[in-house]
């Protein structure tokens, strides 16, 4: 059968960091794309905020709209390139308004689709539409496509993984150089990989929307971002990073999901890793997720999870399916079977945890802050205290073993009434990963 060799026409809408490296794929590859795709991909339309801006891009032939929803009726567009951002707004306009309009979207936009993305996708499929977004979650690294199409013969028990490379950065530079949080972050920022409100970043935010759209890729259940209990990065010191080295771990922020017996756990908080394990050893901007199938075992992507290049890597391979008539369910399982699922109530998780204390150096205080653990039923697995000052807050650093998130609340709750302990404690859940 002889290959459609129509261009396919698109319109790119958000000119920044991500829009800006969909032209340069696009340009710069062009010899390759050519050669992998039977219909060339050709930018039509393009909009952003500022027109009079000096891009550095060849926007020559190409028609520039000043209101981007109005991409989703131009008549030389196919496909709709959302790379505007946030869950509201012009960027929920220009997708409903493409979708209805019976125009293919390919998005970066994570906050759109943990807010929106049940109901984009079925609208979408109800309009014969692909809704593609593999630049949403760990930018470059292609896991949508790993466990919608090579892991789509599994059941997916659990997938977690490093999903914020800002976090990622933040967390590698402050270990290796003593760097203080500000200051990595201003970096993180000019390296294009923050968000445009970079506290989505560290505060969790924005690895749960990701979460949220891979445990529905991997579950077959409908996106619930509400259901994600989420804590970012803004209390990790340098003494807990430094004390994470001493008792042989990381920290890094993982998002995680998993099916238990009492529903679906979805969680994205800083934790402790063993240095050991693969996930410790993933540093910088690099994303990692690890996925388990019933029959496939443990599999490990690794890769660029922000930047210029891998989130335009990820929007020209969604492109480059379009074109080749290439086009899934958004979310594995067909959106008219995306049902709600249960959610794990947060306090039956189960696990050991870190816990730093910066108390008042005087007899008694280690014995009462072990009483409160004694009578919570919290059983400790090793302490560290080191040094004496009478006149400062010492730290006293816990772990413990196997208990429950509840219980570790009750005594977190419980130690901030003892006179000596300063301040409220620090907490790191400790994940066993290999
Ligand atoms: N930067 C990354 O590494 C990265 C990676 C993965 C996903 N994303 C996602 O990609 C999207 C874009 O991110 P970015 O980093 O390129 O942001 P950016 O701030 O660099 O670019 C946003 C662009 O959208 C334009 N814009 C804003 N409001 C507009 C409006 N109302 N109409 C038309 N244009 C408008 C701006 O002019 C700008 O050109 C976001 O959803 C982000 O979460 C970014
Ligand atoms: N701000 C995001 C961009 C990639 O989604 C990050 O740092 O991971
Ligand atoms: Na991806």
Redesign the pocket.
Known sequence: MAADRKPLRIAI???????AGVIDVLQQNAEILAKHCPRPIVVTAV????KSKDRGLNLSGVDWVDD?AKLAEHPNVDVVVE???GSE??AKELVEKAIANKKHVVT????LLAHHGTALALAAERAGVGLAYE??VA?GIPVIKAMREGLAANRITQVYGILN?TCNYILTQMRETGREFADVLAEAQKL??A??DPSFDVDGVDAAHKLSILTSVAFGVAVNFAGVRISGIRNVSAMDIAYADELGYRIKLLGIGRQTPHGIEQRVHACMVPAASTIAKVDGVYNAVVTSGNFVGENIAIGRG??RGP?ASAIVADLMDIARGFILPAFSAPAESLEPAAQAPVGLHAGSYYLRLMVVDKPGVVADIAGVMRDENVSLESMIQRGRSPNDPVPLVFTTHETTEAAVGRVVKRLSDIKSVLEPAHVLPIEPLS
């Open positions: 809408a958000g000119l920044g960091t991500v829009g909009s952003a905020r500022d981007a790379v505007i951002g707004g012009k970066a936009n994570k906050a630049a949403a930018g490379g294009g990989y968000e445009a922000a930047g989130t």
